[in-house]
């Protein structure tokens, strides 16, 4: 059914014929698809009567010269013609399908989101699906795709200073010096050369003073000492030190402001005794730090490299999240004044804010768009174009105003990985990758959260979904909240269901036991669920209520409560 040249460049986008229909895909990008589409548009009424069932053999006694006549066609031999989206961007057509090409049969895989299965908003509420068309996915399953899903960190050189903590190196570290850097005392006392049967007992004369400050030190010979303070340079021939303490102070010299003679009381003086040889603490050459190491904001780490004078590391970058509110109810949650019927102050964004901060990530705020599909794709537009991760809220329910999975698919071009999780709170969580171009002309991966409206479901989805990518996207393994066991401290009901994530404050007992007391109700609207909860116990879905003492998970969100 394909025909030659100007006509043959059907072949990229006619698929095929299926019983008496032609398909014609075209590529994902508008430009694409106009530029295919305008290509055969003039010979699709020949493919039409073709695949209807027209004698071919009548149909074409003409030749090809005459069928391009018919059709208003020149033959070119396709040099000048569109090539489509295959040449112009080096790789075949995006958007995860594959054609058989020039083949007569439609041979075709799908990813998810290579074509939209959103509702259509442009059509209005009578058109709106009223089952949700993406697959129900398990807590893992979603997480698994969030890992597949989410770019390799990349890396970038940093300064050794308090703004390190939290990064994570991109690189093993080395000791280019050693610490210490010279021979020091560990105590304040006298640098001595221990004679051989290790006996200092006895009264010998202060010959120097050495003291924790840069300078020469003069040799020091057996039978003297020099008075010496911690951290200070050993003169060259002393073997130990003597700790003040055990020592007399004999003589003074004439003025009185001078020690002269010490006695020491020490009878069996080791050699090497006090003293913090070369590189004893850290040996040039030796590795201090591996990549994959986080810099702790608790200081060991910045120490380490401070003590062996690393000025810059290479880190992973840490992405920039934007927190965006969606909804024509929502005002800002300072607004002055009493609410309107139906106004709903912004819980989620300062809530998100916050968060994203304090898991040590920069954070745009996006404020509050509105229920208009325009609108809604101008924010996340601008917002793709500064922000690494966006993170929306609402909008990702079943009404005809949910607008976030179409404006992501249809407007944005954006690939949804899912769209529903079993789980409770957080069920119509929504992950998508979208690709843009970064400000030096590369095509990059953004990633977008579209996660559900109500605040103790943002707050939960935020930490289950969105700290796992923010964790793999900054280098910090492993990703995600940590994990630990704990005990039940009263009964608690479970979902019969879903999975539910149930807001608790986890604390130590006595015995060193992890207990967790529920939070209270666990209505998705309510955020006072969240106040106070330091962890999410994963509950599984089940008939009867977990019993007091019974072992569960929990993801701890913050430090533990001490009794
Ligand atoms: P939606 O998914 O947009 O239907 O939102 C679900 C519920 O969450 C509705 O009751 C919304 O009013 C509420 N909601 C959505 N966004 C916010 C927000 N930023 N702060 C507080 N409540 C919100
Ligand atoms: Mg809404």
Redesign the pocket.
């Known amino acids: 059914m394909i025909l030659m040249s100007q006509v043959a460049m059907m072949s990229r986008p006619v698929a095929g014929v299926r019983n008496k229909t032609v398909i014609v895909t075209l590529p994902g990008s508008p430009k694409g698809a106009k530029e295919n589409l305008e290509a055969i548009i003039k010979t699709l009424p020949h493919a039409c009567q073709q695949a209807a069932g027209a004698d071919s053999r009548a149909l074409h006694s003409g030749g090809v010269k005459k069928l391009e006549q018919e059709a208003g066609v020149t033959s070119t031999h396709g040099t000048s013609q569109p090539q489509g989206h295959q040449d112009r961007h080096g790789h075949s057509h995006s958007h995860g399908h594959d054609h058989g090409h020039g083949h007569g049969a439609l041979v075709r895989h799908t990813k998810p989101g290579a074509f939209p299965i959103s509702n259509d908003p442009a059509r209005g509420p009578t058109w709106r699906r009223r089952e949700s068309p993406y697959p129900m996915l398990s807590v893992d399953e979603a997480l698994a795709l969030i890992q597949e899903n989410t770019p390799k960190p990349s890396v970038v050189t940093r300064r050794v200073n308090a703004d390190l903590a939290g990064a994570v190196l991109a690189e093993d570290v080395g000791a280019g010096e050693d610490v210490p850097a010279f021979r020091a005392s560990i105590v304040d006392g006298y640098a001595v050369v221990v004679p051989k049967d290790g006996n200092m007992t006895g009264v010998l004369p202060v010959v120097a003073v050495s003291h924790a400050a840069p300078g020469k030190v003069k040799p020091l010979k057996e039978g003297e000492i020099a008075r010496i303070t911690t951290g200070a340079p050993l003169p060259p021939g002393a073997t130990s030190v003597i700790m003040v303490e055990d020592t007399i102070l004999k003589t003074k010299t004439s003025d009185g402001t001078e020690e002269k003679e010490i006695q020491i009381l020490a009878s069996d003086v080791k050699e090497g005794e006090n003293i913090r040889e070369v590189g004893s603490d850290i040996k040039k050459g030796t590795t201090i730090l591996r990549r994959g190491d986080q810099i702790s904001a608790v200081g060991g780490e910045i120490g380490l490299l401070a003590a062996v004078g690393v000025a810059e590391v290479e880190v992973f970058s840490r992405p920039v999240l934007g927190v965006l509110?969606?909804?024509d109810?929502?005002v800002n949650h300072d607004r002055p004044g009493a609410l309107q019927m139906g106004e709903?102050?912004?819980?989620?964004?300062p809530t998100l804010v916050s968060a994203g901060q304090e898991w040590g990530y920069r954070v745009v705020d996006l404020g509050v768009a509105t229920d208009k599909p325009e609108r809604l794709e101008e924010t996340l537009r601008d917002a793709l174009r500064h922000v690494d991760v966006v993170i929306t809220?609402?909008?990702?329910?079943m009404?005809e105003l949910?607008l976030l999975k179409p404006t992501i698919e249809r407007a944005l071009g954006g690939t949804i990985h899912f769209g529903r999780v079993a789980m409770k709170p957080g069920k119509?969580t929504t992950f998508a990758t979208v690709t843009v171009k970064n400000n030096n002309g590369e095509r990059v991966t953004k990633l977008i959260f579209s996660l559900?409206?109500?605040?103790a479901s943002a707050l939960v989805t935020f930490h289950l979904f969105v700290l796992p990518a923010l964790h793999l996207l900054s280098g910090v393994s492993p990703p995600g909240l940590p994990r630990v066991p704990v005990k039940l401290a009263h009964a608690f009901p479970l979902d019969k269901a879903r999975p539910e994530y149930h807001r608790a404050v986890i604390s130590v007992g006595g015995d060193g036991a992890l207990s967790a007391v529920s939070t209270g109700g666990q209505r998705s609207?309510k955020v006072g669920s969240m106040k106070g909860a330091n962890a999410l116990l994963c509950l599984p879905a089940g008939p009867e209520p977990l019993s007091q003492g019974a072992r569960v998970d929990a993801l701890l969100m913050g430090p533990i409560h001490t009794n």
């Open positions: 509110s969606t909804g109810e929502i709903v102050r912004d819980t989620n964004r809220t609402g909008g990702v329910s009404g949910d119509p559900p409206g109500n605040p609207s």
